[in-house]
């Protein structure tokens, strides 16, 4: 047990629609990360949030927002679905050590766009 | 261009024996650092080891070790004694970005399975 947890494990939704993923962060950890897994695509990063603030964007579609919450959590917002959407989504969270910053993840939410 | 290369799609191993996975990077920052997945089949992406681009000796935990070469920009997971609990897929990634800002950009996975 990594301490990220993600709700919903799953999703199964319809085209057009909006969703919400939600992710509570380790204990203590600032930063949050958002990432995407899917066949074609593999892992990537969409999104970085570090004490509320936005740190760093990857290639996050503009139908796709976050916020980080000032009790750390964070939501993933993704809307007007499409059938590529289909994913599943990972949060994962770290601090600095003076070392590094290994990111440790959730299990991730499921994404079904039917 | 990809910045992290697994050319082994698959591997399968004997277990009890040990098998390295294959990872090579692109980066022209000097500093950076380096971090292998693994993700069995439930779906989880669990941290496995951490190398950063300073380090001077080779990272370890457990059966888990990493062979860094940075001359040729490699940094290959070595497994010893591989367990069936070791099947899964794992993942090479590389952390970019300054300080504060920053990401993991991930390899394409190599697909281990242990055979009894």
């Known amino acids: 047990d990594s301490g990220v947890t993600q709700t919903p494990k799953h999703l199964i939704t319809a085209t057009g629609q909006r969703v919400t993923l939600r992710c509570s962060p380790r204990?203590?950890?600032?930063?949050v990360y958002w990432y995407q897994q899917s066949l074609d695509q593999g892992l990537q990063f969409l999104i970085q949030y570090y004490n509320g603030e936005e740190r760093a964007k990857g290639n996050i579609l503009e139908r796709f927002s976050a916020q980080q919450f000032p009790d750390l959590h964070s939501e993933l917002n993704l809307s007007s679905l499409e059938l590529g959407d289909s994913a599943l989504y990972f949060c994962?969270?770290?601090?600095?050590?003076?070392?590094?910053?290994?990111?440790?993840f959730g299990p991730g939410t499921r994404l079904t766009v039917l | 261009a990809q910045k992290i290369t697994q050319t082994q799609p698959g591997m399968f191993v004997q277990e009890k024996e040990a098998v390295t996975l294959d990872c090579t990077y692109d980066?022209?920052?000097?500093?950076?650092?380096l971090f292998w997945y693994k993700q069995p089949s439930s779906g989880e992406m669990i941290f496995l080891i951490y190398?950063?681009?300073?380090?001077?000796q080779n990272a370890t935990e457990g059966r888990y070790s990493l062979n860094f070469q940075k001359a040729r920009k490699s940094a290959n997971l070595v497994i010893s004694a591989s367990q069936l609990g070791d099947s899964a897929m794992y993942f090479c990634a590389m952390r970019e970005g300054p300080q504060g800002a920053q990401k993991l950009v991930f390899g394409q996975g190599t697909r281990l399975t242990i055979n009894p």
């Open positions: 994962a969270s770290s601090a600095w050590t003076g070392v590094t910053d290994t990111q440790y």
């Open positions: 204990s203590g950890d600032l930063s």
């Open positions: 190398q950063g681009s300073y380090d001077q």
């Open positions: 980066t022209s920052d000097p500093s950076y650092g």
